[in-house]
């Protein structure tokens, strides 16, 4: 796999969103694959926490017949942590600041998951 494209597609969206303060790319087990965090976030955590959430509201969406789950947002006090399904395999997590314009980052999240989805699935064909 390769570790620095996917370190590209975390800080792209990083410079092209304003708001955005933390990325982190798992396996839908909750795995940690990549990430571009602040020290004081456990990368790790995220990932599980991250993969744990999208679970429930990919369910949540199969079991109401809403199709294919695409993204979740949790809101909090100070900013939001948006989860994002990569295929059926991964996620990327986006946490952002009370300033991030969510349009923009769904927007400019779209084109990147799939570069994303590609980089990740170079890994399977390559085996490594």
Same mark, same amino acid.
């Given at each position: *796999?390769?570790?620095?494209?996917?370190?590209?597609? *975390?800080?792209?969206?990083?410079?092209?969103?304003?708001?955005? &303060?933390?990325?982190?790319?798992?396996?839908?087990?909750?795995?940690?694959?990549? #990430?571009? %965090?602040?020290? #004081?976030?456990?990368?790790?955590?995220?990932?599980?926490?991250?993969?744990?959430?999208?679970?429930?509201?990919?369910? &949540?969406?199969?079991? %109401?017949?809403?199709?294919?789950?695409?993204? %979740?947002?949790? @809101?909090? #006090?100070?900013?939001?942590?948006?989860? @994002?399904?990569?295929?059926?395999?991964?996620? *990327?997590?986006?946490?952002?600041?009370?300033?991030?314009?969510?349009? #923009?980052?769904?927007?400019?999240?779209?084109?990147?998951?799939?570069?994303?989805?590609?980089?990740? &699935?170079?890994?399977?064909?390559?085996?490594?």
């Amino acid at each position: *796999m390769n570790r620095e494209a996917l370190a590209l597609e *975390m800080r792209g969206l990083r410079e092209q969103v304003t708001g955005i &303060t933390d990325t982190a790319v798992a396996a839908a087990d909750g795995l940690l694959i990549a #990430s571009d %965090t602040a020290e #004081s976030i456990d990368p790790e955590g995220l990932a599980a926490l991250a993969a744990a959430g999208l679970g429930l509201a990919r369910r &949540t969406t199969q079991a %109401t017949s809403r199709g294919v789950l695409r993204q %979740t947002v949790a @809101y909090g #006090s100070h900013g939001c942590a948006a989860f @994002y399904a990569v295929g059926d395999t991964a996620l *990327m997590v986006v946490l952002g600041d009370e300033g991030l314009d969510l349009e #923009s980052l769904h927007q400019a999240t779209r084109p990147a998951l799939d570069r994303i989805g590609t980089i990740l &699935t170079e890994k399977t064909t390559e085996g490594v």
